[in-house]
């Protein structure tokens, strides 16, 4: 598979737009709380998913080009919309370390990332679901693309954050962990098995699947165990709010959720099977 570099891009962006969210989100509810790392983290994330596209597209000035169609091209508003959202977020990050008393340029740029993220994530799903790709072609991609851009979101915001958020943050985020994967889980996986009904295109892509079979396994005995990793410290109520072992058994489901989406993702690509003509 030579989509390294889109896998790069999709699952960087979709952290940083989730971890944007759930900044927005910690700040109506802390006030006095900066989330700094959160907001450097998704800074981050989206420089290196902006720059993973170039090296996909091959050469600087082919990102150029991409923009060049924006009335009738996903591609082009993904790209557009990509490069706001990493601006957005560097300036925001950037606000957040040197000018952290001008609250009123903070909201705007934390309300305006949201909005961007968002729209940039439905983009990024359009994109795929115009291509003759059988297996990308419906409401699953865009399930997908949402619910990782929650589940990575939430999962960066209480990894980054856990020393400034409390106990019941600390039970709320994994939930919500939780509860996105399931619903990825619950329209991929009879997504799937519908393929094998419509044409050969799609019976190809149900066999590809099919031969992955293992691999698919994996991934969602990860992404699902690492999520329901993530509750166990909450479920114990074990050692004080902030103690080294919940913070150690976090970050080692976080881990294991992370390599689970990277597997996933990796799966979405190697399903690409087209039935005349290739992304566009």
Same mark, same amino acid.
């Given at each position: 598979?030579?989509?390294?570099?889109?896998?790069?891009?999709?699952?960087?962006?979709?952290?940083?737009?989730?971890?944007?969210?759930?900044?927005?989100?910690?700040?109506?509810?802390?006030? *006095?709380?900066?989330?700094?790392?959160?907001?450097?983290?998704?800074?981050?994330?989206?420089?290196?998913?902006?720059?993973?596209?170039?090296?996909? =597209?091959?050469?600087?000035?082919?990102? =150029?080009?991409?923009?060049?169609?924006?009335?009738?091209?996903?591609?082009?508003?993904?790209?557009?919309?990509?490069?706001?959202?990493?601006?957005?977020?560097?300036?925001?990050?950037?606000?957040?370390?040197?000018?952290?008393?001008?609250?009123?340029?903070?909201?705007?740029?934390?309300?305006?990332?949201?909005?961007?993220?968002?729209?940039?994530?439905?983009?990024?799903? $359009?994109?795929?679901?115009?291509?003759?790709?059988?297996?990308?072609?419906?409401?699953?991609?865009?399930? *997908?693309?949402?619910?990782?851009?929650?589940?990575?979101?939430?999962?960066?915001?209480? &990894?980054?954050?856990? $020393?400034?958020?409390?106990?019941?943050?600390?039970?709320?985020?994994?939930?919500?962990?939780?509860?996105?994967?399931?619903?990825?889980?619950? &329209?991929?996986?009879?997504?799937?098995?519908?393929?094998?009904?419509?044409?050969?295109?799609?019976?190809?892509?149900? $066999?590809?699947?099919? *031969?992955?079979?293992?691999?698919?396994?994996?991934?969602?005995? !990860?992404?699902?165990?690492?999520?329901?990793?993530?509750?166990?410290?909450?479920?114990?109520?074990?050692?004080?709010?902030?103690? $080294?072992?919940?913070?150690?058994?976090?970050?080692?489901?976080?881990?294991?959720? !992370?390599?689970?989406?990277?597997?996933?993702?990796?799966?979405?690509?190697?399903?690409?099977?087209?039935?005349?003509?290739? =992304?566009?």
């Amino acid at each position: 598979m030579d989509e390294t570099a889109l896998l790069i891009f999709t699952l960087c962006l979709q952290a940083a737009i989730g971890s944007m969210i759930f900044i927005t989100l910690g700040k109506q509810l802390y006030k *006095d709380k900066q989330f700094k790392v959160a907001a450097l983290i998704s800074a981050g994330l989206s420089v290196a998913g902006v720059l993973a596209s170039f090296v996909h =597209l091959g050469q600087p000035f082919s990102a =150029l080009n991409s923009l060049s169609n924006l009335g009738s091209s996903w591609l082009s508003k993904e790209a557009l919309l990509a490069g706001i959202f990493m601006g957005i977020a560097v300036l925001y990050a950037f606000v957040q370390y040197y000018r952290p008393e001008s609250q009123g340029l903070n909201t705007v740029l934390r309300w305006a990332g949201c909005a961007v993220g968002l729209v940039t994530v439905f983009s990024m799903a $359009k994109v795929y679901t115009m291509a003759s790709v059988p297996a990308w072609d419906g409401m699953n991609t865009f399930v *997908d693309f949402y619910t990782t851009a929650i589940a990575l979101g939430a999962l960066i915001f209480l &990894v980054s954050g856990f $020393k400034e958020l409390n106990e019941a943050n600390h039970r709320l985020l994994p939930f919500i962990v939780l509860v996105a994967v399931v619903i990825q889980a619950a &329209v991929a996986v009879p997504y799937a098995f519908s393929l094998g009904q419509n044409g050969m295109a799609a019976q190809e892509s149900a $066999k590809a699947l099919s *031969d992955m079979g293992v691999v698919i396994a994996l991934k969602w005995l !990860l992404i699902l165990g690492g999520a329901g990793l993530l509750l166990w410290p909450a479920i114990e109520k074990s050692g004080t709010t902030g103690s $080294k072992s919940a913070a150690g058994m976090i970050y080692v489901a976080a881990a294991i959720l !992370l390599i689970g989406e990277i597997i996933g993702r990796y799966v979405f690509y190697a399903s690409m099977i087209t039935s005349h003509i290739g =992304l566009t």
